[in-house]
């Protein structure tokens, strides 16, 4: 099993919509969670820290479920530059940030 | 200024031959990494130093051999260089200390192994 999984998509939804990623990791001692934003051939840049409490910024809000090992990202009233690949990244400890496969994201007009 | 800054950002070279990346950050953290992004664009960490001192090495073959002169740099030579090790490279550096903080990445170097 992959310590961290998501659906790779991609995708495709029209402006104004909500999306919703998901993903699950294996490592139960996981330590910290986040959600990444890769646009094409660029680095990956942090969207957002996920806390258990579950957290928002803007349009944005993440959800961390530590029983099911689950993390949520739901984008509400998608604009076209959110299309990008969403990385879902779990600290497992010992400095280790493990990298899900990404989830793609098109916007489309 | 770059926050991580890695050269060259891309790099052409023939099988068989031994190249370097170089890597380095302005941040002061502690914690520096290397990760190799395949053609499937899945993003695999393949070492992980902490203050100079190898934390992690996932299975990476040995013809792979970081190097950290100090915290902050953290430089990647590659011998025999083979088909397969084409990808884009980067480096990212984090102040991991126990609940996590945000790791910033390089540029990336695309690698094409002729």
């Known amino acids: 099993r992959k310590e961290v999984e998501q659906d790779p998509g991609p995708f495709n939804v029209p402006e104004g919509a909500t999306v919703a990623f998901n993903c699950t990791y294996s490592?139960?001692?996981?330590?910290?969670f986040f959600w990444y934003r890769q646009d094409c051939r660029k680095e990956p840049k942090l969207l957002m820290s996920?806390?258990?409490s579950g957290n928002e910024d803007g349009r944005f809000t993440a959800q961390l479920n530590r029983a099911s090992q689950y993390i949520s990202l739901l984008i509400r009233d998608s604009k076209l530059s959110d299309s990008a690949t969403y990385l879902c990244?779990?600290?497992?400890?010992?400095?280790?940030?493990?990298f899900g496969t990404g989830t793609r994201l098109l916007v489309s007009p | 200024d770059t926050a991580v800054s890695q050269t060259p950002k891309y790099l052409v070279t023939q099988m068989g031959n031994d190249k370097s990346i170089k890597c380095e950050q302005n941040?002061?953290?502690?914690?520096m990494y290397w990760y190799k992004q395949d053609s499937k664009k899945f993003l695999k960490i393949m070492f992980s130093?902490?203050?100079?001192?190898?934390?992690i090495n996932e299975t990476v073959p040995n013809r792979f051999s970081p190097k950290s002169p100090d915290k902050a740099h953290l430089n990647l030579h590659i011998n025999s260089l083979e088909l397969g090790d084409s990808a884009v490279y980067f480096c990212?550096?984090?102040?991991?200390?126990?609940?996590?903080?945000?790791?910033?990445f390089g540029q990336g170097t695309r690698l094409t192994v002729v």
């Open positions: 990212a550096s984090s102040q991991l200390q126990g609940i996590g903080t945000e790791a910033f």
């Open positions: 490592n139960s001692a996981s330590q910290s």
């Open positions: 996920v806390y258990s």
């Open positions: 990244v779990v600290n497992t400890g010992f400095q280790k940030l493990v």
């Open positions: 941040l002061g953290h502690d914690t």
């Open positions: 130093y902490n203050n100079k001192e190898l934390i």
